[in-house]
């Protein structure tokens, strides 16, 4: 789609005009830039009057307008973009039939081609059903999610307009990218090329296109929205049941992975009634060392209303209909709620935690993931050799009536990676005080329990498992 001279002009035209995320922000001004983040253009449209080039491309890109072809052609080689379906000539106007976007992270910056952001300024248009999505919040969630490990080759399962491939590739030797949808890998083309990246695009669902080969890092913001089949949005839905398509992307990963590799994926999962949700996740992690961590959870109305809106349906004459189908189909499933959060498979042999989390967290948060795994499957058996330091951003919280002499609780949080909080008592508390690497984990425990004037063998049973939890999320270093 774009090669050669194209791909060339249009980069050194993005460059030259400054269409960066810095020049965007400081070309819009902060307020007219949050309302574009609502799908509001009228206060942008004000600040891009002056028919320069950057104005040009946010016109045509970011607010969808019109822009008189005299304009065009000086921003751009109009022609080419004309001849590659990226923009169309509409009387002596031009218009955007793709967005292209600048994206950042992490000091670097690319562009994204993807379908048009739909329902600016309100408006309510129906989707195409191969639509192709742009950089979605649960893009930005995976990206934030993925551990920062250098990989000889990667994996993006259901690549859309390629975010995810871009954002792997400079710590990637060998970057394959798979979609269901020949759009999506035509747009993803364009991404790469446009961005000068070497990506190996192939046609499939889920594992099929990477039959036999292993990959180091796999990531995957799937299609996971659980719905009634002929949802019809290839982007957000497929044909598979309930979550299956979630499960059989987390029970193939071992098969797909190298030794030591990881799997990341974004999921929704159904909660159903009866069983345990955590269980249902360590069916399919197995024997493997995994995380699963459900940030939200939904009860079916919710989910519903969620995902129709999100259709553009809400208001439409479909809505009610759509919303009883649905409902049946999860009642049918004997879904009681549905989780929706993220799951990293670490393909070492282990054990699956699950939790909720819906507190915030840091962002990214993928490097504290990493850390986590390496402290939970790395930790030796015994810890009373290691002399433990207590981390910086470990706050300690007291609570209690007014003029007492010792607090009724005493909580430490984290106020870095996941923001943790835990609930300790006095003496953990003295613990965690003492944790400045110049005593053992021992000889502090040691001391406790002749000050308590307790067996130090109890001492070891009640706290040395509490201590390890500190270790592993993150509150004590060693
Ligand atoms: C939610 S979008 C994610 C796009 C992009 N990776 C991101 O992070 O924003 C899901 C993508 O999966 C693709 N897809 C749908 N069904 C699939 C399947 N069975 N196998 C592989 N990809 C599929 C869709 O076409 C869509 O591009």
């Known amino acids: 789609m774009l090669t050669g001279n194209a791909v060339e002009g249009l980069r050194t035209a993005f460059a030259g005009a400054g269409y960066t995320v810095d020049g965007v922000a400081e070309r819009l001004g902060e307020r007219a830039n949050a309302a574009l983040a609502r799908n509001e253009t009228a206060p942008a449209a004000r600040r891009t009057g002056s028919g320069d080039a950057l104005d040009t491309m946010i016109r045509l890109f970011l607010l969808q307008r019109a822009v ?14 004309v001849a590659l379906g990226i923009l169309e000539r509409s009387g002596s106007d031009v218009k955007a039939l793709l967005d292209v976007r600048p994206f950042a992270e992490d000091e670097r910056e690319w562009w994204v081609v993807a379908d048009l952001t739909p329902g600016l300024d309100g408006r309510r248009e129906p989707m195409r059903s191969d639509y ?28 859309g307009c390629g975010i995810q491939s871009v954002h792997l590739a400079d710590r990637v030797n060998q970057l394959v990218a798979t979609d269901v949808n020949p759009r999506a890998l035509q747009l993803a083309a364009a991404t790469a090329a446009l961005n000068g990246i070497d990506l190996d ?53 071992p098969e797909h992975l190298t030794d030591g590799g990881w799997c990341q994926l974004l999921a929704n999962w159904t909660c159903v009634r009866g069983e345990d949700w955590q269980e249902r996740i360590a069916a399919w992690t ?22 129709l809106r999100d259709a553009g349906l809400h208001g439409t004459p479909q809505y009610t209909t759509r919303y009883d189908e649905w409902t049946r189909y999860l009642d049918e499933q004997n879904v009681e709620a549905i989780g929706m959060g993220w799951i990293t498979l670490h393909n070492v042999e282990g054990s699956l935690d699950a939790e909720s989390w819906p507190y915030e967290i840091e962002r990214p948060i993928g490097p504290h993931v990493l850390h986590r795994f390496e402290r939970r499957e790395g930790l030796p058996a015994d810890l009373t050799a290691l002399h433990l330091r ?42 965690v005080g003492a944790c400045d690497g110049e005593l053992s984990t021992g000889q502090i425990l040691a001391a406790l329990a002749d000050l308590m004037d307790r067996p130090i063998v109890d001492v070891l049973a009640d706290y040395l498992p509490q201590i390890r939890n500190l270790v592993v999320e993150g509150f004590l270093n060693y």
Request: proline share 8%; charged share 25%.
């Open 286 to 307: 197995a024997d493997r060392s995994a995380w699963a961590v459900q940030r939200e959870q939904l009860d079916p109305s919710e989910y519903v209303e969620l995902w």
């Open 68 to 81: 008189p072809e005299n304009l065009v052609s000086k921003a751009f080689p109009a022609d080419d973009l």
């Open 132 to 159: 192709v999505l742009g950089i979605a919040p649960a893009s930005l969630s995976l990206i934030h999610l993925t551990v920062p490990v250098k990989a000889d080759r990667a994996l993006d399962i259901g690549t």
């Open 390 to 431: 207590v981390a910086d951003d470990v706050i300690q919280e007291t609570t209690g009536q007014p003029g007492a002499e010792d607090p009724a609780t005493i909580v430490l949080r984290r106020q870095r990676g996941m923001r943790r909080a835990e609930q300790v008592d006095t003496v953990l508390a003295g613990f």
């Open 201 to 253: 695009l192939r046609d499939g669902s889920l594992y099929e296109p990477v039959r036999g080969e292993r990959f180091d890092l796999i990531v995957s913001n799937p299609p996971y929205v659980i719905s009634p089949p002929g949802g019809g949005l290839t982007y957000r839905e497929t044909e598979f049941t309930g979550d299956a398509v979630v499960e059989q992307l987390v029970r193939q990963a």
